[in-house]
């Protein structure tokens, strides 16, 4: 169990302890204190030196080549992760974590003059939350235990709900407290100062060029397995959430060829658009296999386990959760795995397209003839027409871009959220960089995972959610990632006698909106439509309380097709946890 807290300048034994119980759930806290300072961490002793402390949440995955820079500065080699982290931060100060490879959050504290230093991994894989004044700072692996400092408001962020109910998620930084600030993946802070630092980011001019794509296909399955062993690191046993798809199976018949290995798939009887047994069922000689009936847990069916945390009001599939985590338990597993980032880093972007015609390359004619000319338009032409462009025709058309339940006037006062462009020349690059490190509805999932997996001494690890994978991918030709029109050629090339052929080849993606459909829909509509009626966001004047039942009445009406069923899951789980700790 891991996680780390901390407050500099304004330490109170009451403060301290109210941090402790509120993340109790994440272990035994080993505590380090100083004057007004005290530092928390659930996973290890701190690392203490004459002139600074440090707290981690962290896996670090090069740990030899550090030692071995260690050495160079006749520093002694390092095992646990805190104590690699030190004496990085021993060599190289606020620059350390550029030379860390792995998950982390850490903050390390100087013992004279108390200022601090925090950092966090590039993908945001580990959180870490901050709030802070003139002269004191709190922070924490939950945004929650920091509403116990006195200056901390539990005021909501009226932005971040919006936000969320649009995207079911927000920005890199804001939280949904307004007092609450997330410190963004590859960045530092450092405190009095307040001063962010990105310490990472793609290098633009970074190319990998092979002669075959068998070639591109052999580097990543080294680097994909790398990330794979890396993170079985400190298991006991493991297990993973498979579906029939590609990025879980392909995890899972990475980690069978190193460890024994459970897997935990969902299955349906009712609901069969929905199952995949077809496909989970190859991979039985290479998991012990548990099947998860899903229509035993019925979104909101466990109102206990669809309770939502202080922190967000995200939730996930809580109950059946809840009871896989339990099973792992008696099976003595501590680390799951997932496929979380596979649809993001291997997915490529059909805008190679506009690079081509930007080009004027001949292949361009090629692709119409293969794809049609309206799918080369709508990826070749359109990424370059103007965005002013773009917005006048939208206007002309009177697109409905949002419900009508949600309020157009606070539509109007909603800022947008726009994500950095990133320094790439290429429309497939710059698109393929935004799938890869713009990721908050991944993130949400990941810290879901951590959150929920914490009391049962689970840790969850995301191998594709690697930052050796990810500069590896944006280095390569876009096209080989894209391919010619097939999804993940680069996976299915590398996992070629891997994988089952049957998951290899598979061409279909299952989704689980029937299943949002029917949870929210029909069998738990009386909830539903209670929390609806004593809406909170409509009394807000967020959204149009006669509007929003009768769209969802006509959803009702009309289950098996698109019915604003996320919008609906974004306002239900958004309202339920509003009238949790607002009212």
């Given at each position: 169990?891991?996680?780390?807290?901390?407050?500099?300048?304004?330490?109170?034994?009451?403060?301290?302890?109210?941090?402790?119980?509120?993340?109790?759930?994440?272990?035994?806290?080993?505590?380090?204190?100083?004057?007004?300072?005290?530092?928390?961490?659930?996973?290890?002793?701190?690392?203490?030196?004459?002139?600074?402390?440090?707290?981690?949440?962290?896996?670090?995955?090069?740990?030899?080549?550090?030692?071995?820079?260690?050495?160079?500065?006749?520093?002694?080699?390092?095992?646990?992760?805190?104590?690699?982290?030190?004496?990085?931060?021993?060599?190289?100060?606020?620059?350390?974590?550029?030379?860390?490879?792995?998950?982390?959050?850490?903050?390390?504290?100087?013992?004279?003059?108390?200022?601090?230093?925090?950092?966090?991994?590039?993908?945001?894989?580990?959180?870490?939350?901050?709030?802070?004044g003139d002269s004191w700072l709190i922070f924490a692996t939950e945004a929650q235990a920091l509403l116990h400092h006195p200056q901390v408001s539990d005021a909501f962020d009226e932005v971040m709900l919006g936000w969320y109910l649009l995207f079911q998620f927000g920005d890199e930084e804001r939280t949904f407290f307004r007092d609450i600030r997330a410190l963004p993946p590859a960045n530092s802070l450092t405190f009095p100062e307040?001063?962010?630092?990105?310490?990472?980011?793609?290098?633009?001019?970074?190319?990998?060029?092979?002669?075959?794509?068998?070639?591109?296909?052999?580097?990543?399955?080294?680097?994909?397995?790398?990330?794979?062993?890396?993170?079985?690191?400190?298991?006991?046993?493991?297990?993973?959430?498979?579906?029939?798809?590609?990025?879980?199976?392909?995890?899972?018949?990475?980690?069978?060829?190193?460890?024994?290995?459970?897997?935990?798939?969902?299955?349906?009887?009712?609901?069969?658009?929905?199952?995949?047994?077809?496909?989970?069922?190859?991979?039985?000689?290479?998991?012990?296999?548990?099947?998860?009936?899903?229509?035993?847990?019925?979104?909101?069916?466990?109102?206990?386990?669809?309770?939502?945390?202080?922190?967000?009001?995200?939730?996930?599939?809580?109950?059946?959760?809840?009871?896989?985590?339990?099973?792992?338990?008696?099976?003595?597993?501590?680390?799951?795995?997932?496929?979380?980032?596979?649809?993001?880093?291997?997915?490529?972007?059909?805008?190679v397209y506009a690079d081509q015609l930007r080009r004027l390359q001949p292949s361009l004619l090629r692709d119409v003839q293969r794809h049609g000319l309206k799918t080369i338009l709508k990826y070749g032409l359109k990424p370059v027409i103007p965005e002013w462009a773009l917005n006048v025709k939208r206007r002309f058309q009177r697109i409905q871009r949002y419900p009508e339940w949600i309020d157009s006037g606070f539509l109007r006062?909603?800022?947008?959220?726009?994500?950095?462009?990133?320094?790439?020349?290429?429309?497939?690059?710059?698109?393929?960089?935004?799938?890869?490190?713009?990721?908050?509805?991944?993130?949400?999932?990941?810290?879901?995972?951590?959150?929920?997996?914490?009391?049962?001494?689970?840790?969850?690890?995301?191998?594709?959610?690697?930052?050796?994978?990810?500069?590896?991918?944006?280095?390569?030709?876009?096209?080989?990632?894209?391919?010619?029109?097939?999804?993940?050629?680069?996976?299915?090339?590398?996992?070629?006698?891997?994988?089952?052929?049957?998951?290899?080849?598979?061409?279909?993606?299952?989704?689980?909106?029937?299943?949002?459909?029917?949870?929210?829909?029909?069998?738990?509509?009386?909830?539903?439509?209670?929390?609806?009626?004593?809406?909170?966001?409509?009394?807000?004047?967020?959204?149009?309380?006669?509007?929003?039942?009768?769209?969802?009445?006509?959803?009702?009406?009309?289950?098996?097709?698109?019915?604003?069923?996320?919008?609906?899951?974004?306002?239900?789980?958004?309202?339920?946890?509003?009238?949790?700790?607002?009212?």
């Amino acid at each position: 169990m891991t996680g780390i807290g901390g407050i500099i300048g304004s330490a109170s034994a009451d403060l301290l302890s109210s941090m402790q119980q509120t993340l109790a759930h994440r272990g035994k806290p080993q505590v380090w204190s100083e004057d007004k300072t005290a530092l928390i961490s659930f996973s290890t002793e701190a690392a203490v030196s004459e002139t600074f402390v440090v707290v981690a949440d962290a896996r670090i995955d090069n740990a030899t080549e550090l030692n071995e820079h260690f050495a160079r500065h006749y520093l002694p080699p390092q095992n646990a992760d805190v104590e690699l982290i030190a004496s990085a931060y021993q060599i190289w100060g606020m620059d350390c974590p550029r030379y860390l490879t792995g998950d982390f959050a850490f903050a390390v504290c100087n013992r004279r003059s108390q200022a601090c230093f925090l950092a966090r991994d590039p993908l945001g894989i580990k959180p870490i939350y901050y709030a802070h004044g003139d002269s004191w700072l709190i922070f924490a692996t939950e945004a929650q235990a920091l509403l116990h400092h006195p200056q901390v408001s539990d005021a909501f962020d009226e932005v971040m709900l919006g936000w969320y109910l649009l995207f079911q998620f927000g920005d890199e930084e804001r939280t949904f407290f307004r007092d609450i600030r997330a410190l963004p993946p590859a960045n530092s802070l450092t405190f009095p100062e307040m001063k962010k630092t990105r310490y990472w980011d793609i290098d633009p001019a970074k190319r990998i060029l092979y002669p075959a794509e068998e070639d591109y296909a052999a580097h990543f399955l080294e680097i994909f397995t790398q990330s794979v062993t890396d993170r079985l690191r400190g298991a006991d046993r493991a297990a993973i959430m498979l579906s029939g798809g590609l990025d879980s199976g392909s995890v899972a018949s990475v980690v069978h060829d190193k460890t024994d290995l459970h897997a935990y798939s969902f299955t349906f009887d009712r609901l069969t658009v929905c199952d995949e047994r077809e496909y989970i069922e190859t991979m039985r000689d290479k998991v012990h296999l548990h099947e998860v009936p899903l229509e035993d847990y019925w979104l909101f069916g466990d109102k206990a386990a669809y309770k939502p945390r202080r922190d967000t009001p995200a939730l996930g599939f809580d109950s059946s959760m809840y009871a896989i985590l339990a099973d792992m338990r008696e099976h003595g597993i501590n680390i799951l795995f997932t496929g979380h980032g596979g649809d993001n880093v291997m997915v490529g972007s059909p805008l190679v397209y506009a690079d081509q015609l930007r080009r004027l390359q001949p292949s361009l004619l090629r692709d119409v003839q293969r794809h049609g000319l309206k799918t080369i338009l709508k990826y070749g032409l359109k990424p370059v027409i103007p965005e002013w462009a773009l917005n006048v025709k939208r206007r002309f058309q009177r697109i409905q871009r949002y419900p009508e339940w949600i309020d157009s006037g606070f539509l109007r006062r909603l800022p947008s959220h726009q994500p950095d462009t990133p320094p790439l020349s290429s429309h497939a690059r710059r698109a393929m960089y935004r799938l890869m490190m713009d990721l908050p509805t991944v993130r949400s999932s990941v810290h879901w995972h951590d959150w929920i997996g914490q009391g049962y001494g689970v840790d969850t690890r995301h191998p594709f959610l690697d930052r050796r994978l990810v500069e590896f991918v944006i280095a390569i030709p876009p096209q080989v990632v894209y391919g010619d029109g097939e999804r993940k050629p680069l996976l299915r090339l590398a996992m070629r006698g891997i994988l089952p052929e049957k998951v290899r080849s598979r061409r279909d993606k299952t989704s689980f909106d029937r299943f949002f459909e029917y949870s929210l829909l029909e069998k738990e509509w009386v909830y539903v439509r209670d929390l609806m009626t004593h809406s909170f966001l409509a009394k807000m004047g967020i959204v149009v309380e006669d509007k929003l039942e009768v769209n969802y009445n006509i959803g009702r009406l009309n289950t098996g097709v698109n019915n604003q069923v996320n919008y609906f899951w974004s306002f239900l789980t958004l309202e339920r946890w509003l009238q949790e700790y607002y009212t």
